[in-house]
């Protein structure tokens, strides 16, 4: 699991040496400002997590997107503390059971939080790196 970023004025022009393969997660705080650049960017599968836009109508490379496969998550903070817990406890009971949503390869404890990245820099496999508030 890589990151890579992107600035407001465009494709990182380092980005084929370092994610050749393409980007597998964007998280946007402004789905309008990007999403053009997130269309080029992101490799096959990938998603984009956007909580925010500028434009409340924002529009979208339509096409690109679906032949990437790509998912696009709109996520909202309005929530109250208890609906984000629920919703957090209703997410890990589903990768738990084996939910084809994303392929995990290995969790770790919220008190082991440095290790997820080392981990991660290293692994070789597929699947994410997930830290969690305690270890299943």
């Given amino acids: 699991m890589r990151a890579a970023r992107y600035g407001a004025r465009g494709r990182d022009p380092a980005r084929p040496a370092a994610e050749p393969d393409g980007v597998q997660h964007v998280v946007e705080e402004a789905l309008d400002a990007n999403v053009d650049l997130h269309a080029d960017v992101l490799a096959g599968g990938g998603s984009i997590a956007a ?4 434009d409340p109508r924002p529009a979208t490379p339509f096409w690109p ?32 059971q084996g939910s084809s949503g994303i392929q995990v390869e290995r969790s770790f404890p919220l008190e082991q939080i440095a290790t997820p990245n080392e981990h991660a820099e290293h692994k070789r496999g597929p699947g994410r790196v997930l830290l969690t508030p305690g270890h299943p």
């Fill in 51 to 54: 909580y925010a836009t500028s």
């Fill in 65 to 96: 997107l679906p032949f990437k496969n790509v998912r696009l998550q709109l996520l909202c903070s309005d929530f109250s503390a208890e609906d984000r817990s629920a919703a957090a406890h209703a997410l890990n009971a589903l990768l738990r």
